[in-house]
Nanobody, 115 residues
């Protein structure tokens, strides 16, 4: 089992920045991909950014140029630096570790961007 715990959400004005963190614990040696997903009110979960253990990253078009995902394998953490935030970035952000035989999710952290 793997537990994921997010932190760093909050309320910020448009144009501001936030840094989300995800700490993984448990049987983490099997985890390759980790990512940040979000769910806005009335919408489905969507990928924001993901990163492999080797450091290859992938971004949603809406995140490119504004968000940066990083990973520290030694500390079992994944971070999402979000700059130039927009009201449409308002959502609950989840840390996720998807795999062929598992699918771990954190409980989520609220990000609210005011205009």
């Amino acid at each position: 089992q793997v537990q994921l715990e997010e932190s760093g959400g909050g309320l910020v004005q448009a144009g501001g920045s936030l840094r989300l963190s995800c700490a993984a614990s448990g049987t983490i040696f099997s985890i390759n991909d980790m990512g940040w997903y979000r769910r806005a009110p009335g919408k489905r979960h969507e990928l924001v950014a993901s990163i492999t253990r080797a450091g290859r990253s992938n971004y949603a078009d809406s995140a490119k140029g504004r968000f940066t995902i990083t990973r520290d394998n030694a500390k079992n953490t994944v971070h999402l630096q979000m700059n130039s935030l927009k009201p449409e970035d308002t959502a609950v952000y989840y840390c996720r570790a998807p795999g062929p035989e598992y699918d771990y999710w954190g409980q989520g952290t609220q990000v609210t961007v005011s205009s």
